[in-house]
């Protein structure tokens, strides 16, 4: 069978302005391209669109054109909140274009709101909640619809939900992602600035799953069990990016990449005994790490250790990310830092409970580590989240789908006056934050080893002159 599989660009940035997010950080999309390589090995012809990828043409007729010059017999859409109704859209054109065309879409939106997608997109033949490379498979194998594990369906005007597909348990058998199918790869798929100092670079998920429920955060394609590749397979994986592809840093995007101590220290000792030429970041949770895994980390090839902080305030820490203090994030901080290795915080801006007096705590909190870098999302309520049902009583909350995407403010929390003062807010901490004089200091000791990024924000400088621009909501003045 011929399969196309599409990564919708949805909307992530601003409305009604040049979409920047992909210039200061492309990603590869690494679920499409596993399922595409599962399938290679079934023995199908597959091809791989992103719409968000290098060279990418804007404009639903140029992407249906493209899809419809592979002639495929099945379309599979992978989709986010806010890329879903781009992806509907395009199926709707490829209907009318092909009425024999088979449509699948999957991805964590889909895993979340499930069959009550099939009675509203009428151009939407199957959907594939959770894990989708062996539900795919069977589906283009030519199994009955009615057979398949984990596939939702239509049975005239009924729509029925089959029997859950169980996780992969032993990710080892995964294929490595089909990279090679996708257009770009690598040199078109940059990482964050100043992440890196050495190029080309790439990004890997080593497990699937995290047993935690922080509020936030959408659980519904790898659920709360936790699997792992073993520390042979991802060796071999990074053997393989480095060889065929010439990478030589990664960002590994696990939640909980260190909570198999064993794991990770076998890792290192291969990565130590074979070494590579690959440079890393990863991320830590805390009460996962301690002094001597981060040792074997550094020894390794790790350059940037991210922690996940949310907020300065005790009281949203509590609520919202469970068993986590204040105290041992600055000590995991610490930890890091005194290693060797540089420190980067995740924090999130407007969860449910925030106030003015939280934020500033927030920013003082995060000036006060001594960090690195640091990422601010904005927060955004997603369906499968455990905050999702309470949301509507915590403040104002504007469902609009292609805004779900953590980079704009859908819900203004009661304690803050109104969406246009929590942008305010979230770019005051963010200025407050890259004109810190330690922080400034930190990357000019630092600018040879980023020459790389600063080549590469020298050749966009136009782009991230926009986005900047597009960074404050205009009428905004500078606090």
């Given at each position: 069978m011929r399969i196309a599989l599409v990564q919708p660009a949805g909307s992530n940035w601003v409305r009604g302005r040049q979409d920047m997010a992909a210039v200061a950080n492309r990603m590869a999309p690494l679920g499409l391209l596993s399922i595409a390589a599962w399938?290679?090995?079934?023995?199908?012809?597959?091809?791989?669109?992103?719409?968000?990828?290098?060279?990418?043409?804007?404009?639903?007729?140029?992407?249906?054109?493209?899809?419809?010059?592979?002639?495929?017999?099945?379309?599979?859409?992978?989709?986010?909140?806010?890329?879903?109704?781009?992806?509907?859209?395009?199926?709707?054109?490829?209907?009318?274009?092909?009425?024999?065309?088979?449509t699948v879409f999957g991805g964590v939106h889909v895993s979340a709101v499930g069959g009550a997608l099939l009675e509203r997109f009428a151009a939407i033949d199957y959907l594939c909640p959770g894990e989708g490379e062996v539900t795919l498979a069977a589906l283009a194998g030519g199994a009955d619809p009615k057979?398949?594990?984990?596939?939702?369906?239509r049975d005239g005007e009924s729509v029925v939900t089959n029997r859950d597909r169980k996780p992969l348990q032993d990710l080892d058998l995964l294929p490595f992602p089909a990279y090679y199918l996708l257009?770009?790869?690598?040199?078109g798929y940059n990482l964050p600035l100043f992440s890196y100092i050495r190029t080309p670079g790439a990004t890997l998920v080593t497990s699937r799953g995290c047993p935690y429920r922080c509020s936030y955060c959408d659980r519904?394609?790898?659920?709360?069990?936790?699997?792992?590749?073993?520390?042979?397979?991802?060796?071999?994986?990074?053997?393989?990016?480095?060889?065929?592809?010439?990478?030589r840093h990664v960002n590994i995007y696990d939640d909980l990449f260190t909570a198999h101590r064993p794991r990770i220290a076998e890792l290192c000792r291969l990565l130590c005994s074979r070494p590579l030429g690959i440079q890393f970041n990863c991320a830590v949770r805390v009460g996962h790490t301690d002094r001597e895994l981060l040792k074997m980390l550094k020894e390794a090839g790790c350059l940037m250790v991210s922690v996940g902080v949310e907020s300065g305030e005790p009281e949203l820490l509590a609520r919202h990310k469970a068993g986590v203090t204040l105290e041992e994030i600055r000590e995991t901080v610490a930890m890091i830092r005194e290693s060797?290795?540089?420190?980067?915080?995740?924090?999130?801006?407007?969860?449910?409970?925030?106030?003015e007096e939280s934020i500033r705590k927030t920013s003082d909190?995060?000036?006060?580590?001594?960090?690195?870098?640091m990422n601010m999302a904005k927060f955004t309520p997603f369906p499968g989240a455990p905050v999702w049902g309470t949301i509507r009583e915590e403040g104002t909350f504007e469902e609009d789908w292609p805004l779900m995407n953590c980079l704009n403010f859908v819900f203004v929390p009661g304690g803050i006056a109104s969406r246009e003062r929590l942008d305010e807010l979230?770019?005051?901490?963010?200025?407050?934050?890259?004109?810190?004089?330690?922080?400034?200091?930190?990357?000019?000791?630092?600018?040879w080893q980023h020459r790389w990024s600063l080549w590469y924000l020298f050749i966009h400088l136009p782009q991230f002159w926009t986005a900047k621009n597009s960074f404050e909501p205009r009428g905004e003045s500078t606090p």
């Open positions: 399938l290679e090995r079934e023995g199908h012809e597959v091809s791989v669109l992103d719409c968000l990828g290098p060279g990418a043409t804007p404009g639903g007729e140029a992407i249906v054109r493209s899809l419809l010059g592979f002639r495929p017999d099945l379309v599979g859409f992978s989709t986010t909140t806010s890329s879903f109704l781009d992806g509907h859209a395009l199926a709707v054109r490829l209907k009318e274009a092909d009425p024999g065309i088979r057979e398949i594990d984990g596939l939702i369906r257009r770009g790869f690598p040199r519904s394609v790898f659920r709360q069990s936790y699997r792992m590749n073993s520390p042979e397979y991802i060796h071999e994986h990074l053997s393989h990016l480095r060889r065929h592809f010439g990478v060797g290795l540089r420190a980067k915080g995740l924090f999130m801006m407007g969860l449910p409970g925030e106030t909190f995060c000036l006060s580590l001594g960090l690195d870098d979230y770019n005051r901490h963010v200025k407050r934050f890259y004109t810190d004089p330690d922080w400034r200091r930190r990357l000019i000791r630092r600018t």
